[in-house]
Every structure is written in C-alpha cells, then in structure tokens.
C-alpha cells in the first residue's frame, strides 16, 4: 500500500472516485459496518441523585427540599429514582428521614422508587414504609467492606441473604451493588475475576440487576473493559449497570466503553451530587445531564428529558448553596448560546 | 493484496483491488487496535492562556513553558504573532520566544495568522507555525472578518513563504462538530478544509470541536468523512470539554486510529461562547486515561501536575483538570 506516492492518494476527492468506482460507496459502507462499534438502542438511566448524591453532601437537606427534588426527578422521564436508604441514621444523619420522604413523595406509576437496605432491619423498616424496591451494597475489596460496614466480604453476603431471600417472598425486586469495581482506596487495583465473583453471588442469590461501581473513579477505558470481560462470563450484560464516578474525569469515556460492550443500564446523579469522601474537595458521582447529553448525541433513547433535569439540578444546587458538577448544565447556562445549541443536540 | 506495483499516473490508473489496498490503509476504520504511542500537542501556553481573562507576566508565561518542557511534553504551543491589538495575553510574543529555554527534541510551534505574523514569528526564532481555519463561513467571518476561501488564500501565502524557509505549518479547523452562530456543520466540509490545508503543506491538521458540542457518534462521522481526504497519520484531535464529552470524544478518535491529541495544562482556556464555561480539556486528565490504556506519552504526570498548579497559582483560578483537584486523603 505505502508504495503509491501520496499526492496519488489524495490528488482526487471522494466524489471523483465514485464517478469511476460506483461500488466504492456500497464497499465502505459494508466495511464500516463491519467494523464500526454496536450501541444499544435504548440506555436506562438510575438517578441516584436524592440518595448516594445527597448522602455524600455535607449540607444537610431539609426534609421538604428532598420530597421536591424526587417529585421534579419523577416529572422527566426518569423510570428509576434511587429515593433513600434505611440505614442507622447514626451511620448516615443525611438519611434519617428516610420514612417521611418514602411516604411523602408523590409516586409516578412510570417510576420505581428502590431504597437502600443494607441489612434485615432497614429492610423491614423499608417495607413498613412502603418501600416496592430494594438494593443491597456487596463490595469487591475485603478491607474497603471490613471499613465500611466493618465485616468481610462473605459476612456482608450473608446478610444480604437473609434480605433477598424475604424480599423474594414479598415479590419485592433486589438491585446489588458492587462498589470497587475498578480499584480500593486501601487496597488499589481490584482483579476483575475478584469482582465477577461477587457480581455473580449476588445474581446467583436473586439480584435482578447488579451495578458495577467505581467508587473512586480510578477507572479508565482499559480497565473498565477488562473487568466487564470478566464479569460478561459469569452474569448476563442485561443484569448488568456501570455506576462510574467522575473523580479523575474519566467517567464519560468509562461509560461510552461500557456502552460498546453491550451494557445498556447507566447510574448516574442529577447536577454531578456527592462528592467523593476518599478525595477531600473531588468530584463523585457523574452528572445524569452530563451523559444524558452523550447518549442523546449519539442517537441512543432514554426517555428522559435533559431540559428538565437540568431544572431539577439547578433546584437541588440553589437549595444547597452550591455549584452544578454539570458541565451541560454550566455551558447552558449562557442562553445566548442555548438556542444554537439545541439545533445540534437536545 | 498480491498484485504487482505498478507506477500508475493517476488513482484513476488503479485496478479495483489496488484501490481497495490503498483505502483500507489511508481510510479511517473503527475498531482498529489503540495506538502504542499517543503524541500530546500542549496548548495550555497560547489557547489556554489567550482565552484567560486575567493578563499573566511574561516571565510566568515562560516559566509555565520551561516547565511543560520539563513534563516530557513533546509539542507546546508557546504564543501567538497576532496583532496584540486584538489579543492583549499574546502581546509579548517576541520575549517569551526569545525567554524560554528549549528542549532538545520539543517542537514550539505559534500562531501565524497571516504573512506578516509569520515573518515575524521567524525573526523571532520560530522553527514551527500554525495557522487557523474554519468549518464554519459565518464562525471565518465573525472571527477574522472573511470567507473561508479567503482565509485559505491568505495561509496558502504562509505555506509558501514557510516551505521556502523550511518551516513546518501545522494547520487547524475549527467549529468541526458545531458552530455557535450555524448549529450544525457538514462533516463533508470539515473534509474540504482539512483536505486543502493538507494539501497547501500543513504536515498535521487539528480537528477542533470549538463549542465542544460534539459526541463520540458525531466524532466517528466527522472523521470518517475526513480521513477519505487526508490520512489518519496526518490528523489530530482538539476536543473542548465545554459539555463534558472531550474524553468520551478523545476515545472514539483513538478508536478510530487517530493518535495526536490537543489539549490544556490544568484544562486553561475557558469558552467565549458559553460564559463560565469550560474550554480545553485538561491534559492531565487526557494523560491518566492513555495512561490507564496502557498508551505510550513520554509525559511525567507529577511534573505535568506541578506546572498546571503552577499556572493555577499565578492565575488565582483552580484548575479544571479533575486528575489534579482529586488528591486523596488516605
């Protein structure tokens, strides 16, 4: 091939060559075909905005603020909304109202409403409130689990157990959570046959999906892809959900990653809410404008409307007195770019 | 492909297979291994710095590109020979050419938007220049006051005069996924562009997503309509990280067999289109992702970290890099 000179190649546009090559268009097409990427066509977005991203807000959330700020999530699109989480209010003051917001909030018949129950006693507490959804937190790295919720990896499963299988006989759906899916504040790297092994416990026990978290936002394409093709082999890609925080800025191209190898489920939290509590003054959560953004771009649906979650973060961050995370939500603030804006991309 | 090279005159000379092999190899295909080794073109010093509200001291400004050097960076823009009437921050174009210290083996490319600039870029030491063309003929019109043919004319007058001197040029196009007075721009006129700056004498053309409106499936499109005009060798990628995709974007171009990337110490250089906005994305968190990747830089991250703190330091601004802000408590 190199032995043509260059200005042979490129003397000649596109558009000459197909005037003498009619079967050039129809060749390139069937070789992009074959080589370009596979993207789902619909993408399930899980807000967990009210819970993991206010639970990591150092201002406290009044009661009132929080019922809003479900209720405008429920009015987007939105079909999962992470609500609260059942734990000692000792542990998580932020979530201490977790029974009043449950039964205050006005329940969209097109929105699920999971709650965090990380053990038999929140469970029931939960399901007393009225809770219709759970979800349970397993971790990949023994001394990140041993420090957050002081018991070993099998220990934490075990309690789990006792929750799905209750949950099973109340018909009430389990969501599992692996947090350092791609790397352990205390231990670093995680193996990826580490992770698929408690992805596959916790479907194994009846999780109807588990969602892989970054919880540092470590992870870069090239792990993120390794751990996925480990976790491929043992839970299907439709069980699966990436949960990537965006504290080295990787987010986005994690997600695009997972994107291209069949994952069709992405967490993420309205405005970029909840810091990372391992990286004093970073970000966490990435933002649900943010990807939403992307995935509309590219041509992939979710159902949801980025104008009015981006109303939802503009709400949230006046009632805590900070800025958006959002960096869609920050470009759209300028208005007079705004209506170019949406000629390109809504 | 098993057929006798010949030494046709003309592409129109090549038989069906032989023009196969000749697309497959200039044409950009997705799904092709990441590139080994990804070159990194540091606009921090004149992008970054020209699109900073606050005027920053001649010194701060070499010092900053002493330090890049010291990163292990192996392009950095250093200025820009506009007229200073127009860009304040780049008044001292002479000094700071003539200040900082060069690395063997870095390259110091400036802007040279016309004749002049560039005869005054090389009296001043330059042995690299770039210059600046739009996608867009309202975004050429509002920017340097005419058409897009109009500007080519006046780099083809560049070219000229750099080939006789034996100056590298080093083309750009800006507004390549989205202009902020059009909306949408063809990627067949993005193709257009590029193909004439290549074919003027720029060795390596930089696809600029200006407003950083585009995402990846955009980026695949744009470059696929590119790469039929100008080799995937020759191009690069200059992502604005405006609405958060220059990542996801930078990812679908190494994909896609691209392996130059621009980008902006501490992500320097905000949007004049969306006020308060970001701008270029920041090289530390495009160096931690290739890095993740296992792709080659010759970057030091540390060094690269202390020169963005540096610069944040000197412009009492934080920085935008995310790699930088997350320092970890444990």
Not at chain 1, 53 to 70: A, D, F, R, W
Not at chain 1, 162 to 186: D, F, H, M, N, W
Not at chain 1, 282 to 302: P, Q, W
Not at chain 2, 15 to 26: A, P
């Amino acid at each position: 091939m190199g032995n043509f000179p260059t200005t042979v190649k490129h003397c000649l546009s596109y558009e000459e060559l197909i005037q003498d090559y009619p079967w050039l268009a129809r060749w390139l097409q069937e070789e992009k075909r074959a080589l370009t990427h596979e993207y789902p066509e619909f993408v399930k977005i899980v807000e967990v905005g009210p819970r993991d991203g206010l639970q990591n807000e150092k201002e406290m959330v009044p009661t009132g603020v929080k019922i809003q700020l479900i209720d405008m999530l429920s009015e987007t699109g939105l079909s999962v909304i992470e609500a609260t989480s059942f734990v000692s209010s000792k542990w998580v003051p932020q979530m201490a109202d977790h029974t009043e917001v449950l039964q205050a909030i006005h329940r969209s018949s097109h929105v699920r409403y999971p709650v965090l129950t990380p053990n038999m006693h929140g469970f029931q507490d939960a399901v007393a409130a009225g809770a219709t959804e759970v979800a349970v937190f397993g971790s990949a790295s023994e001394t990140f689990s041993r420090k957050n919720i002081n018991c070993s990896i099998d220990e934490s499963i075990l309690r789990f157990e006792e929750v799905i299988c209750t949950a099973k006989q109340r018909q009430i759906p389990v969501r599992g959570y692996v947090s350092c899916a791609l790397g352990c504040p205390y231990e670093g790297p995680i193996e990826s046959t580490k992770v698929a092994e408690v992805v596959k416990r916790l479907y194994e026990l009846g999780c109807y999906e588990v969602s892989l978290g970054d919880t540092i936002g470590v992870g870069t394409p090239g792990s993120m892809a390794k751990m996925l093709h480990s976790v491929k082999k043992e839970v299907p890609s439709s069980a699966l959900a990436v949960h990537c925080h965006d504290t080295y800025g990787q987010a986005l191209a994690n997600i695009l990653t997972a994107l291209q190898m069949g994952i069709c489920t992405v967490d993420s939290s309205v405005a970029g809410l909840g810091g990372c509590p391992y990286a004093q003054g970073a970000s966490g959560n990435v933002s649900t404008e943010d990807v939403l953004y992307m995935l509309h771009g590219m041509g992939i649906k979710t159902g949801v409307d980025l104008s009015k979650v981006i109303e939802a973060g503009d709400f949230i961050c006046k009632a805590l007195n900070r800025k958006t995370n959002s960096k869609v939500a920050q470009a759209r603030g300028d208005y007079s770019v705004h209506c170019h804006m949406k000629k390109i991309n809504t | 492909m098993g057929q006798k090279v010949r030494n046709p005159e003309s592409i129109r000379d090549l038989t069906s297979e032989e023009l196969q092999g000749v697309l497959s190899g200039v044409g950009a295909s997705a799904g092709k291994a990441l590139p080994q080794r990804v070159k990194i073109v540091e606009v921090g010093p004149r992008d970054g710095l020209q699109n900073e509200k606050t005027l920053v001291p001649t010194e701060v400004k070499i010092h900053l590109i002493d330090m890049l050097s010291e990163a292990g960076l192996p392009v950095i823009e250093a200025t820009s020979f506009v007229s200073p009437e127009w860009v304040p921050q780049m008044a001292d174009q002479v000094e700071v050419m003539k200040g900082i210290n060069r690395r063997p083996g870095v390259s110091y490319p400036v802007l040279t938007p016309n004749l002049k600039g560039f005869q005054a870029a090389v009296k001043a030491g330059a042995a690299e220049v770039a210059i600046f063309g739009a996608a867009s003929e309202l975004f050429s019109k509002k920017n340097i006051n005419c058409s897009v043919d109009e500007s080519l004319q006046r780099f083809e007058e560049v070219t000229k005069a750099a080939k006789e001197a034996g100056v590298r040029v080093r083309g750009y196009v800006s507004c390549v996924l989205g202009c902020p007075y059009e909306g949408q721009v063809s990627p067949d006129k993005v193709a257009q562009v590029a193909k004439r700056l290549y074919s003027m004498g720029c060795y390596e053309i930089s696809l600029g997503d200006t407003i950083g409106v585009g995402t990846p499936g955009g980026m695949a499109e744009l470059l696929e309509a590119v790469s039929r005009e100008v080799p995937v060798d020759a191009l690069a990628v200059h992502c604005h990280d405006t609405y958060g995709q220059a990542l996801a974007n930078i990812l679908i171009a190494l994909q896609m067999g691209i392996s130059v990337v621009d980008s902006s110490v501490a992500g320097l250089g905000g949007c004049p289109y969306a006020q308060g906005a970001s701008g270029n994305v920041a090289t530390e968190d495009v160096v931690y992702m290739l890095h993740g990747l296992g792709i080659q830089t010759g970057v030091d991250l540390p060094k690269l970290m202390d020169a963005g703190a540096f610069i944040c330091r000197s412009l009492n601004r934080k920085t935008s890099s995310k790699v930088a802000q997350a320092t970890c408590k444990l």
